[in-house]
């Protein structure tokens, strides 16, 4: 508990003021702005959380737990924001664009500044793609998103936030999705089938839930699936799936329709296809059709209230409830995801084999774009519905740097030999 407070103290120093103002407990439950229509939630730097609308305004709401306090950070027409995904190593917030297109983002400073709109490959799909979650990988160099109606995933580089590539190194950097069949054990089968998606670090294997029949999966890079056994299951209405910050052998499976979070604890970490169980529920009278959940530097979840079905959703109240941690414990380990950039940095970069775009997102998540302060600005300014956000100063700074330390960081075949080499293994 000390050690987690200083490293979040450390890590978040120009926020700390704020966040302290809000001493005690922090507010149960947040209140997201009218209509707002969210679906996904995912944790950014401590205190911040992000939630995405389905509204089709492209409105992203990012907020401060520990006060409460948020603003929209985002809005582009056109444009829904399913699932997200936030990469620490970077500061840049991936997001599922649902089926407006096929496309996914790659935002920063928490979700307020577009880094690059990625365009999904759909030939050989049987119907228009809805992207429903995405999860990066940062080791891997690589996000990977589920279709709920189509049998695929598709994985995306993480160099594409850098946008199109340079003069010289468009042959040579993946910065291109890539559609991967689900194949093995995967059957997919009338209504909606892949929907929430998270990575195991402990066995390094993708984990997708099939909403409709309630079996859950260990995915590799390569489109493999392999059911995993669950007492207590099928987990039908699976969403939102994230494994616990502490106990990599608890994942937490929301099924919006039944209103509960199943925690799901696998016999082995290690080997997910040995088998898990639902070893209970989590409830909250409130809830009307929960859809995804995140963690809080404590360990307790926020989850996010869709409310599918809404009489009127435009003018319907949305909240974020909080509840303690299931694992009852305080992240003493320092989760990475929490606390420590320079950690990361460190560790990428004594694996500097293992995708070079983590290697260079690594190098420059120093205080380039993650910076703490950037939520006080962003806070200060409420875009209207449907005005078009500014590209800021900071993202052509971002991109700038980002590709020169491409540039310098390896040669452009080796970028490519790289790549082809880490996603595969599914590191
Ligand atoms: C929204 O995007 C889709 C897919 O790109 C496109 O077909 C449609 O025309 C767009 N609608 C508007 C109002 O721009
Ligand atoms: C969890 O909730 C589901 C859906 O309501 C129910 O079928 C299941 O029995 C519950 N499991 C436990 C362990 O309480």
């Known amino acids: 508990m000390v050690r987690a407070l200083a490293c979040l103290a450390a890590a978040t120093a120009a926020v700390t003021a704020l966040a ?27 205190p911040y959380f992000a939630v ?143 929907n929430g998606i998270e990575y195991s670090r402990r066995a390094r294997s993708l984990v997708v839930v099939q909403s409709v029949t309630g079996l859950l999966f260990a995915v590799d890079w390569d489109g493999a699936a392999k059911t995993i056994p669950v007492k207590g299951g099928p987990l039908t209405f699976g969403d939102g799936l994230l494994f616990d910050a502490v106990d990599p052998a608890v994942l937490y499976v929301v099924r919006n329709r039944l209103q509960v979070i199943a925690v799901v604890r696998f016999e082995d970490a290690a080997t997910l296809t040995d ?12 809830w009307a059709t929960p859809t995804t959940v995140a963690q809080a530097a404590d360990g307790s979840l926020l989850t996010v209230d869709s409310q599918f079905g809404a009489a009127d959703p435009a003018e319907a109240d949305y909240f974020v409830y909080r509840t303690p941690a299931a694992t009852g414990g305080e992240s003493k380990k320092g989760d990475p995801r929490v606390c420590g950039r320079r950690r990361h940095g460190w560790r990428v970069r004594t694996r500097g084999s293992q995708g070079v775009s983590s290697v260079v997102a690594a190098s420059i998540s120093a205080d380039a774009v993650n910076t703490p302060g950037w939520c006080h600005r962003r806070q200060a300014r409420v875009w209207e519905p449907h005005e078009a956000p500014e590209v800021g100063e900071s993202s052509g700074v971002v991109r700038l740097t980002l590709r020169i330390l491409l540039m310098v960081s390896s040669t452009a075949r080796e970028v490519k030999r790289r790549w082809e080499r880490a996603v595969p293994k599914a590191v």
Not at 275 to 286: H, K, L, Q, S, Y
């Open 275 to 286: 088998g898990a169980r639902v070893e209970r529920n989590i409830t909250n009278a409130d």
């Open 20 to 46: 302290t103002t809000a001493a005690g407990a922090p507010p149960s439950i947040i209140r997201l702005p009218r209509g707002f229509r969210p679906e996904g939630i995912v944790a950014l730097t401590p």
């Open 52 to 194: 995405g609308s389905l509204a089709g305004d492209g409105r992203i709401y990012t907020f401060n737990a520990a006060s409460g306090t948020g603003a929209e950070v985002f809005n582009t027409p056109n444009q829904t924001i399913v699932g997200m995904s936030y990469d620490p190593f970077s500061g840049v917030l991936w997001v599922a664009g649902g089926p407006v297109g096929g496309n996914v983002l790659a935002l920063s400073d928490g979700g307020a500044t577009l880094l690059a709109t990625i365009d999904v490959p759909t030939d050989g799909n049987t119907a228009p793609a809805f992207l429903n979650d995405a999860i990066v990988v940062p080791r891997a160099g690589a996000v990977a998103v589920t279709d709920s109606v189509n049998a695929a995933l598709y994985v995306v580089p993480t160099a594409a936030a850098c946008g199109p590539p340079a003069r010289g190194l468009a042959a040579a950097v993946a910065t291109r999705a890539r559609r991967v069949p689900l194949t093995g054990d995967w059957v997919q089968v009338e209504g909606f089938n892949a």
